[in-house]
């Protein structure tokens, strides 16, 4: 079946240092890939998707491309802020038909230190 | 702004004792989502709802029910609870994308969640 593995935290940087989360997927067809993001207290945010091969999703400058022929979407960030300490999620979506079912990964902890 | 609302955001109830978790949303999306999730954990999806149309998982306890009465609000009615039902509760939604979109492409909203105690 579907599954994601995705890089077991927790991952403690310091302001402005450069940040990835790797995520690789197993998979049959070609699915929507999303990230994301679990604030201390709240729900889940989708930070950024990308739902073909070669696909860049980007948003607040975090950004992860649909690599297919390595079947990865590894998050990337410059310069991390203090402001992103939070849980990441790497979620595979249904390849197709009326199934609705994310299947997230793990969950990856980033702690960014001042 | 448009948004999926969850009440209450603290519940405790005692073991045993019925109990239902509500949410809302202003964003008229045909598909509503119930996931538990365990501390440090991913969330795990327990059913969801395509308009009116019930779709149970295969591993989701019989303890666990769900009624949606209208496209706005979604309930989730913990039948007895036992230790192991503590856990956040969230609520998500999302579009068909039967309207020039592809199911599986649609991102998921989420609500804040309820935290659920047991005692």
């Known amino acids: 079946g579907d599954s994601v593995t995705q890089m077991e935290g927790p991952v403690t940087l310091s302001e402005e240092a450069f940040l990835t989360i790797n995520c690789t997927y197993t998979a049959t067809g070609y699915p929507s890939l999303f990230w994301y993001v679990q604030y201390p207290g709240e729900g889940l945010q989708l930070l950024l998707k990308a739902t073909k091969a070669d696909d860049k999703g980007s948003n607040k400058g975090f950004e992860a491309t649909y690599r297919k022929e390595t079947t990865s979407f590894h998050l990337e960030k410059g310069s991390v802020q203090v402001s992103d300490s939070a849980v990441y999620f790497c979620?595979?979506?249904?390849?197709?038909?009326?199934?609705?079912?994310?299947?997230f990964g793990k969950g990856t902890l980033l702690t960014v230190n001042p | 702004d448009a948004m999926v609302i969850q009440n209450p955001r603290y519940q405790v109830t005692q073991f045993g004792k019925p109990v239902t978790l509500s949410c809302s949303q202003t964003l008229n999306h045909n598909v509503m989502y119930w996931y538990q999730q365990k501390s440090s954990q991913a969330p795990k999806l327990l059913f969801h709802?395509?308009?009116?149309?019930?779709?149970n998982e295969a591993d989701t306890p019989d303890n666990f029910q769900s009624r949606r009465p209208n496209t706005s609000f979604c309930f989730l009615d913990i039948r007895s609870p036992g230790l192991g039902d503590a856990a956040m509760y969230l609520c998500?939604?999302?579009?068909?994308?039967?309207?020039?979109?592809?199911?599986?492409?649609?991102?998921?909203?989420f609500g804040d969640g309820t935290r659920l105690s047991i005692l």
């Open positions: 998500a939604t999302s579009r068909d994308g039967l309207t020039g979109g592809v199911p599986g492409d649609q991102p998921q909203h």
């Open positions: 979620a595979l979506g249904p390849a197709g038909g009326s199934n609705y079912k994310l299947t």
């Open positions: 709802y395509y308009d009116k149309d019930f779709n």
